[in-house]
Each structure stands twice: as C-alpha cells, then as structure tokens.
DNA sequence: ATAGCCTTGAGA
DNA sequence: TCTCAAGGCTAT
C-alpha cells in the first residue's frame, strides 16, 4: 500500500510498470464520490463531499454546500446529539442527507469538516485561521487543472527493457514553481531541540469529559455527553492531537518540487518512490518532533520511538490518505496521483502485489469503521509511543502518553459511536495489523536494498539501518 | 429542522 | 475597497 517499495526482483518496476500500457494508470481526475470516500473538488463547480449537491464555497475547512454547512454549523453551536436508528451506515445524499442526521454528521467529520472553524463566541465576519489553508488549497487546484488543461503535465513509460530501464516521465512544464529545497539531512540534525523547559503537558488520565448515562425518548438506554466549551464533542486530548496534525497541502506541495528537483527529464519509478517515502518521512518527523508529549523526550529516546515505528507510520500516513481521500480501486499517492489498483495486481510482482493487497484490505476494514482524522490523530500517537520499544531512558513517560492516548480514543469512540460497541477494539485490531504488514513491507524493501541498487543518501535508508542495527 | 439568502467584518 | 467565510434570518 505504501509508495515506497521498489520491484520485485526478477519482475519489473511496480509503478513503472504500472505507467505501461495503454491506460495510464496515474490520472488527476477524480469522480466526485457522493458515497463515504469523497473526492476532493478542484473547483466551486464540483460536487459537495457530503451530499454530492453543488458546492457554494469553503465551509469549515473544505469545499461544501450551503445545506451542509449549515446543518455542520447548527449541530455544533447546538452541540446536538444525534443517533443513527440503523447501524451507522445510511446513504448520505442529496435526497437522502435529512433522513439520518447521525451519519450525516458522521460524514461531515470524516470527509474533513473542522469543529474548530466554528467560532464559540458566534462573532460574524471576518477571516479564521484557515484562511491561508483554503488559499494553498486554492493554488493547488489551480495549478492542477492547468496542468491537465496545457498538457503540462505528462506521463509516458519507457521501453518495457527490464526493471532498471523503465521510467516515468513525470513533466510539470506550466504554472508549476517548485520550492528550493536543501538535500535531506539525517534524522539526528532533524531533532536538536532539547526536551521542552517550562510547563510540561500534563499526564493524566483524566479530562474534562464527561459521559454518563440516560435515556432516550424512545425508551432505550442512550450516552448523552458533555463537551468542554473549547473542545466540542471530544476529549480535549483528542483535539490536542489534532492540532500537531501536519498541512497536507503544504506536503503535497513539497513533494511534488522535489520531484521536480530529481534527474530532469527522466527520473526512475523507484527513485520517484524513494523521493515520495522519503520527504513523507520528513514530513512524519516533523509532525513527531513538534508534537505533544513527544518534543518532552529527550533526542535518545525520540530516535529510538522514531527508529521504531518509522514504516508504521508510512504505512498509516498512506493507508489514512486513501481511507479518507481515495477512491475505489486506485491507490492515491502523496503526491495526488492515482494509480489504479487492478493495474497494481496484475503487473507487480507477487510480493509486491501481495502487500498493495493487504494494505487495500486494511483501507477497506477502515472504510467499513469509518475511521476519522480525531480518529487517526490518537492511533499516530499510539503507534509512536509504542511501550515495547526497549532501553528507553523516559520509559514510563511513554507508557503513559501511550495509556492516555488509548483512553483519549476509547472515549471519543464511546461519544461518537456509542451503541457500535466493539469498534474501539476493532481499530485497535487495525494497529496491529499495521504493525504487522508495515513489518512485512520493510522487509521487502531491505531486501531489495540488499540486492542492489536502492538509492542511498536518503531518510528512507537510513531508517532501514538503524533499526536493522537495534533489533 | 432545513436550506437558501442576507449581513458582517478582518484581511488582502 | 473588495473578498469571502463566518454567523443570522426566515419561508418552508
């Protein structure tokens, strides 16, 4: 599921070969999904992720229709509680979107739509601070269709001469200015700051949620919740997680130059996988290296949880995107690009095609779970502070952040999905099953460093080392 | 309660 | 001054 890997040996270039034949297999355009896997417009003329009605502008954090961002803001200044009277799994459209507020609102979340854009105070006009994300997401649409539209950017394959001679011709020639960007230093000079001085977060189990017991109109027993005034409808960590949550545009954007910044004119598909696992690995150690709790451990024990979980979180990063953003049967890379799946299974090589497999798997138990980005913040955080990581200095600081991060998820699973009960177990199930396929993955890729020709000088590889040398 | 239209006001 | 994403109003 995760870019990163290269061929199978003996076989050819997963994504290389994937950019052969005669459809291509990475595209931009993407169908405005009315179901729960939306798509993200490119304009004002597309499709409202909620509904599928006509999109009047950004609400909230993302492109929506009037309705829904009224309904959003109604249920959060009213701080409604709503029930699914079904099993959480209602058609959320255009005729269908009053029937079962419940799912609407589920869906609300989990396409994107931002609790915190809606302002306690009600105060009217003016600019939140999403004003400069709605802009990047702006100038991303804008240089994406005018990549489309002036043939800027496109994609051929090289001659099928064997894995090391295919290449993908990724070309951004119009309105498209990548960033200077620095060659990757190590992940040690990536971590300098010294543990935080001052008022440390506090480490208790406790927050200022509250849930008990009560009975619906109907009669049957129900969880009605309290929300604190700052953190509506979730435990205040949950939203402490969510705030370290990195800009995926501002990622996209990144990557998309470096990519730019490889080999012109003909890059190799693995050393442009290497450049997309790479600068998300970047990315994922900046996200840890300015997070709660995790920028109080001190440099040793950060390497040490960061050499741990590196490929978990890769994994999750992807496996996240394509839950949240994807679309059925392809795989969206980092970058944005789609690469379709039943391409993936029929050229990449059974190793390969096996891991794109079970991590299509993992998307889809996910799906099923609807997972949301409160959601996917705490499992980050328990992936990170993983307990069983040995000889750490600040062990029982870990424990801890760990506890609490599993207590955060389990409340906001008990508010948000209360009569689903099992589905905080359920995701947990998920964890392992990421700890257990990202294993997988980073053994086919040491693999296929060891026989040759991984590009070194790169995050990617020095993860790989270091914690071969640990275990 | 919903959803289309109106008003507001900080920042470009 | 203009823009546009907030909140408000109101017919349905």
Redesign the pocket.
Known sequence: MTPLFPEDAGSVSAAGVLLQGAQPPINYTRDPDPGWRAGRPACLKELCPVCG?KVS?????LLT???CK??F??TV?NNKQYVCAEKQECTVDRGQ??RC?SCRFHKCLHVGMRLE???AD???????K??PM?KRDRALKQQREALIHHGGFRLDSGPPLGPSTHHMHLTFTNGFHPLPMAQPPPLCSLLPFPPLAGPQYQCSSLSNWTVKSQHSNDGSAARIHSFSPQAPRMPQLVMEFLHCEPDELQLQSKIAARILQEEPGAPSTFSLMCVMADQTLFSIVEWARTSVFFKQLKVDDQMKLLHSCWSELLLLDTVCRNVLQGREGSLLLVTGQEVELSYVASHAGLTLAGLVQRGQELVEKLLILKVDRQEIACIKFLVLFNPDVKQLEDHQFVESVHEQAEAALLEYTLCTSAHLLGRFAHLLLCLSEIRSLSTHAEDYLYCKHLSGGVPCNNLLIEMLHAKRSCA
């Open positions: 009605d502008g950004y609400h909230y954090g229709c009037e309705s009224g309904f803001k109604r200044q979107r009053k507020p854009a809606v302002r009600r105060k009217r006009g003016g600019r939140n999403f004003g709605y």
